[in-house]
């Protein structure tokens, strides 16, 4: 029987296949298989912030203003902060600055724990000025390569201030490499005893 040359150089290489390359010994052990790469994330703590916000107090008039924030790395757990803005609410301008820092740590892949101290100092056209402090503790999620999830519980409250600690929350969704690779989009809200407030922000990584 004659066979047909495509035949035949099938046949010939199908037997190179099995047999494998010069050299190989079938009782060597296999290679292990290549390490499964990790999850793509992003929680930086390097970066400076600007936005707008909108207050709206559970009485008295609704307000908007403007925030500017930064952090700086100190080193692989520790971060240095800093924050100022104003809030404009009918006749009355509150002007805000912080500064302090922060420490955060992984629980897992993709997931910080992050607590968070500093001084404030405040000036607002009706109360006059405040100074206290804040302290923060919550956690930064990486969902996925372009959205991350933080959320914290703060406690504050100002060294003249008899009133007691005042309580608040917050949450954020950041959405990453939408606009540039280093600019992420920051929607976040607060909830305090006193206000809700939104915020809408863009954030730079250096």
Known sequence: MKIRPTLATFALLTSAAL?????????????????????SCR?????????????????????DG????????????????????Q???G?????DVAGGIGF??????CF?????TACFYEDSTYWGDNVGWDVATGIRVSLSSWLEFNTFYHAS???????????????????????????????AGVMTDQATSVSLGLRYNF
């Not at 052990?29 to 499964?36: H, R, S, T, V, Y």
């Not at 939408?178 to 989009?185: A, C, K, L, M, Q």
């Open 66 to 85: 403007y925030f500017l924030s930064a952090n700086k790395s100190l080193n692989d757990h520790f971060f240095a902060l800093l924050h100022g803005g």
């Open 87 to 89: 809030t404009f609410m």
């Open 157 to 187: 409250d100002t060294f003249e201030d008899s009133d007691g600690i005042d309580h608040a929350g917050t949450a954020a969704l950041i959405f990453k490499d939408i606009i540039h690779p280093r600019f992420d989009t920051i929607l």
């Open 112 to 116: 910080d724990w992050v607590v968070k």
């Open 104 to 109: 955060h740590a992984p629980v897992m892949n």
């Open 19 to 39: 047999a494998g390359p010069p050299g190989y010994d079938a009782k060597a052990p296999a290679l292990p298989p290549p390490p499964i790469p990790a999850p």
């Open 91 to 95: 006749d009355n301008t509150l002007t």
């Open 43 to 63: 929680i930086s703590y390097d970066y400076f912030e600007a936005g707008w916000n909108h207050i709206m107090p559970d009485s008295g008039s609704h307000g």
